[in-house]
């Protein structure tokens, strides 16, 4: 028999499992194919084989290995051990982990091997290749079953409001499109009907209200003052009232919010003296130490001379995070990088007789640990130090000793030339002192006094003329009264978690610290326009937008990242800010690219034929449309279709009830000029899309994407568009995505993310945060060529905007580096940060500044996917016709027709009125 006509059922038998070593029983003939196959050797006559091939009898079967493989080319009589005969008529004999060969599945599965010639095999591969087109077609059945399906369950969801602008609506559609028989099985639970932020804002709106009741503005314009105001009542009734003017003094302090205060100025406290006796006094540290006066005066470092501006352990999360923001690095989590670096110090303590370690050595074996370059832990130690520089102050009253023989004495793991450098940055007026630390010395306070020791040899002093101040009362009063000396004992204050205590559950404590320095600011840089103080409030939001998007980069290894829409170059700019110093050692810097994209504009060229499935991606949300609205969003001239639209008997500028299921845009889209035309279109606009997009940039692995939210759906048409194989988008907020993802595409939710079932109801409307966020620029709606290069086509939206958005963007690019500092100092990311990026986006809409609320309310501009589908709030502005109306009633319509009552409240000119009320 010719071994040569199974090449095919052993090659796909070794794809399983390959053997090493071969007794062949056939004359070589066998052998020399297995060679062919794989990297086989003839095993030792006296030991057993993988696998044992011969001709027509059955082997010995010691001579198969437990587990391994005998097959026999004909069809032996009479065997007794377990085997299969093949239909391909080989015999297979099996034990252990291959007697899955003795199935009868795989003696159905051999049929395609019995073959012996080669005219058999080729009509064998024909039959198949029908067979494989026959389920090919079956697939494709399936497939067109499965898009009317979701059609079906698209048409629910369009039935309500456009989903893009009323997200409330999108958790009712989202279940309703849900099968019912699926929804029956589904467990319910209920909800709270509101959040309590949300809870406290309606009850606030609810107790207004109240006041509000039975007023009338004409009743509360008689303590309107006219020689104080300037002008007559009549004017302020026409202009005064809609811009929410005060009417009288009292009136305009109730309505200007309180200046910003400066934090208090820590307060230190007593100190307590204590000496071999026991304690001996209770007062200020100056007038302790002038009671003993001493020959030589100590002084610790750490809640002593120096009081860090953050958790003593933030220090050691900073350059966690640093670490774990390196590309390559094996954790992201920066509390579980700092907890591999507090076990590594533990380890190093243990193996050293004196329980030291020092900066240098322990970030060299954490880096190990976590994956990061060796050559970055220098730049690793240098901004630790530089960190504890900037982010610590000297406690006044001790930097304010003068002694003759001053010295620093800290158990510490810095050598002593880093914390000189410390103690200089912090308090200059110890920067001369001499500095004496553990690790270094190989001496410490808390093991017997023995640095204290060592400083009284080299001063030649004894105990009783050694004064000691320091805040552990173990190491800095204990061993000193012990060895007969004096010790001032300092109260630590308790702002932050103490050594060893910094965990996640302290992020308010963090974040309550940022405010205060924002807080600061303000009082140092006052400002009477409401809307920079507002960009100032709400920079947070910005910031950690712009920084996850960062982190994304760093750990990538990507160096870029596209600001996409107008939105986009606003954070481009606080991009540009906070970049340096969000900046890990080590890593190459990130540039930001604005791109001038819109939805409108990208749209088109991601399409594809058949145009009727690659438009659900817009009917998915505005299914309420017109033809015209349909071209003009793909971004083709409606007149060119004319005579298309006629014989599909459609009206061009008819609204239709649904787009989707109108059976005339069905063959309005499939008239083959239709698609000629706009197959034409699609390609020149995804050519110009490119040609654009590579004219900015370079199209890399991974393609980072940064933009407000709220689907990424610009990131979808360039994805579609330009092929891109890899792309992440970071968005402050996602709703639920309406259509399928494409592949290999990453969407990151920095506050909020709708798609995995987190609460995103209360962002509405979207454009509370959209208009303050976008400056006052054209959209772009197409791309045009000119001298041979690519252009963005603009268009000016109808409708005017405030002229506060410029000043909110500089109030939030003024304080952006504070944030930015304070992010990086205390080692906090994104992610560990977001349960309060959460916090802070949620108040944007649930208790908003007025200068957010002013810009949403005085603009009249709200854009939407495509053209003419915008969809616009109610901003029912008070003014003459409020003059004998229920103030109430009217307000309370006011807050229903926005649909955003929290910021109706804040607005203006109705938070004028409720002060008016509150007055009275």
């Known amino acids: 028999m010719d071994w040569f006509t199974h ?3 052993f090659s796909d038998l070794f794809a399983v499992a390959v053997p090493e070593t071969v007794h062949d029983l056939t004359g070589g003939q066998a052998f020399d194919l297995l060679r062919s196959l794989a990297d086989v050797r003839a095993a030792d006559p006296d030991q057993p084989a993988d696998l044992v091939v011969a001709q027509a009898r059955v082997p010995d079967p010691s001579l198969m290995d437990e587990g391994g493989l005998m097959i026999v080319a004909q069809s032996p009589p009479g065997a007794d051990s377990p085997h299969v005969e093949l239909s391909n008529g080989l015999t297979v004999f099996a034990g252990g982990d291959q007697s899955w060969l003795l199935s ?8 395609g091997y019995a073959l012996t010639a080669a005219d058999d095999e080729r009509d064998y591969l024909r039959g198949r290749v029908h067979d494989l087109e026959d389920a090919i077609k079956g697939q494709e059945q399936r497939i067109e079953l499965l898009e009317e399906q979701l059609l079906a369950a698209r048409d629910e969801v369009a039935r309500l409001l456009p989903l893009e602008v009323s997200p409330k609506a999108q958790v009712n559609a989202l279940r309703r499109s849900i099968p019912v028989s699926i ?15 949300q809870s406290q804002a309606r009850s606030r709106i609810a107790d207004d209200l109240r006041i509000l009741k039975g007023r009338r503005l004409r009743g509360l314009l008689a303590d309107y003052d006219e020689a104080w105001a300037g002008r007559p009542v009549q004017d302020y009734i026409e202009t005064g009232i809609r811009r929410g003017a005060a009417i009288n003094a009292k009136h305009l302090d109730v309505i200007t919010p309180a200046p910003a205060q400066l934090p208090p100025e820590l307060q230190w406290g007593d100190a307590t003296l204590h000496g071999p006796d026991g304690v001996v006094k209770t007062a200020g540290v100056a007038e302790l130490v002038s009671v003993v006066s001493p020959r030589l005066l100590s002084i610790d ?8 501006d953050r958790p003593a352990d933030a220090a050691k999360l900073a350059t966690a995070r640093r670490m774990v923001l390196q590309p390559g690095a094996k954790l992201e989590d920066v509390f579980e990088a700092m907890a591999v670096r507090v076990g590594v110090e533990a380890q190093l303590a243990a193996d050293d007789p004196m329980q030291e370690y020092e900066l240098t050595d322990v970030l060299r074996v954490t880096a190990a640990e976590l994956g990061v370059a060796d050559e970055v832990v220098a730049q690793l130690v240098a901004a630790e130090i530089a960190d504890e520089v900037a982010l610590s102050r000297a406690r006044d009253d001790i930097a304010a000793l003068d002694h003759p023989h001053r010295v620093i004495a800290s158990d510490f793991y810095m050598r002593e030339d880093d914390l000189a450098d410390v103690v200089r940055g912090v308090a200059p007026s110890f920067a001369e002192v001499p500095v004496y630390v553990s690790v270094q010395r190989r001496a410490s306070k808390r093991l017997g006094g023995a640095l204290l020791d060592l400083i009284r040899r080299d001063f030649g002093v004894t105990p009783q003329d050694h004064l000691h101040i320091g805040d552990n009362v173990h190491s800095d009063v204990d061993v000193q009264v012990a060895a007969g000396g004096h010790a001032i004992h300092v109260q630590r204050v308790d702002r932050f978690p103490g050594p060893g205590e910094f965990g996640r559950d302290d992020l308010p404590s963090c974040t309550a610290q940022l405010r205060s320095l924002l807080d600061g600011h303000d009082a140092e840089n006052p400002s009477d326009d409401p809307h920079r103080t507002a960009g100032r409030h709400a920079a947070p939001v910005a910031v950690a937008l712009v920084a996850r998007g960062l982190e994304e980069a760093y750990r990538s290894g990507a160096d870029r990242i596209h600001y996409v ?5 606003f954070l481009a700019q606080v991009h540009e800010i906070v970049e340096p110093i969000l900046r890990p050692p080590g890593v190459p810097a990130v540039v930001p690219i604005h791109l001038a994209l819109s939805r409108r504009a990208t749209f088109g060229a991601s399409l594809q034929a058949p145009y009727r499935f690659s438009l659900q991606r817009m009917w998915s949300m505005y299914a309420r449309q017109s033809v015209t609205a349909m071209l003009v969003s793909i971004g083709v001239d409606p007149l060119d279709f004319d005579e298309q639209i006629a014989a599909a008997g459609l009206v061009a500028d008819e609204v239709l009830t649904d787009a989707r299921r109108d059976p005339r845009v069905e063959a309005f889209l499939a008239d083959p000029q239709v698609e000629e035309k706009l197959s034409a279109h699609v390609a020149t606009a995804r050519d110009a899309l490119r040609r654009y997009v590579e004219s900015r940039t370079t199209i890399g692995t991974p393609f980072i994407v940064c933009d407000i939210g709220w689907r990424g759906t610009i990131q979808d048409n360039l994805v579609r568009a330009l092929g891109i194989r890899s792309s992440v988008g970071v968005y402050l907020g996602l709703f639920p ?7 290999n595409s990453r969407k990151i939710g920095v506050a909020f993310d709708g798609s ?23 959209s772009t709606i197409g791309f045009e060529t000119v001298d041979g290069t690519v252009m963005p086509v603009s268009e000016k939206e109808s409708g005017h905007v405030s002229p506060g958005i410029a000043a909110f963007q500089s109030g939030t690019l003024e304080v952006a580096d504070i944030v930015a500092t304070w992010m990086s100092g205390f080692g906090l990311t994104t992610q560990v940060l977001r349960p309060e990026i959460a916090a802070w986006t949620k108040d944007l809409w649930c208790s908003p500044t007025h200068g957010l609320a002013d810009i949403w309310f005085d603009s009249d501009h709200d854009d939407s996917f495509g053209a003419l589908n915008s969809t616009t709030f109610g901003k029912v502005v008070p003014g003459p016709d409020w003059l004998d109306g229920d103030l109430a009633t009217l307000v309370g319509e006011g807050m229903r027709a926005s649909g955003w009552p929290e910021g109706y409240r804040a607005w203006a000119p109705v938070d004028s009125l409720v002060a008016l009320a509150r007055m009275r």
Not at 104 to 111: F, H, K, N, P
Not at 183 to 197: E, G, L, V
Not at 737 to 743: D, G, K, M, R, V
């Open 7 to 9: 090449r095919r059922f």
């Open 104 to 111: 009868d599945a795989v003696v159905r599965w051999s049929a």
């Open 756 to 778: 995995i079932g987190e609460e995103f109801e209360y962002a509405d409307p979207p454009a509370v945060l959209e208009r303050p966020w976008t400056p006052d620029v054209p």
């Open 183 to 197: 929804r029956k099985r589904m467990p319910r639970k209920r909800q709270p009907s509101a959040t309590a932020d």
């Open 301 to 308: 470092v750490w809640d002593t001379l120096v009081v860090r």
């Open 565 to 569: 829409s107008r939105e986009g170059l």
């Open 737 to 743: 995505f309406l259509n399928a993802q494409p592949p």
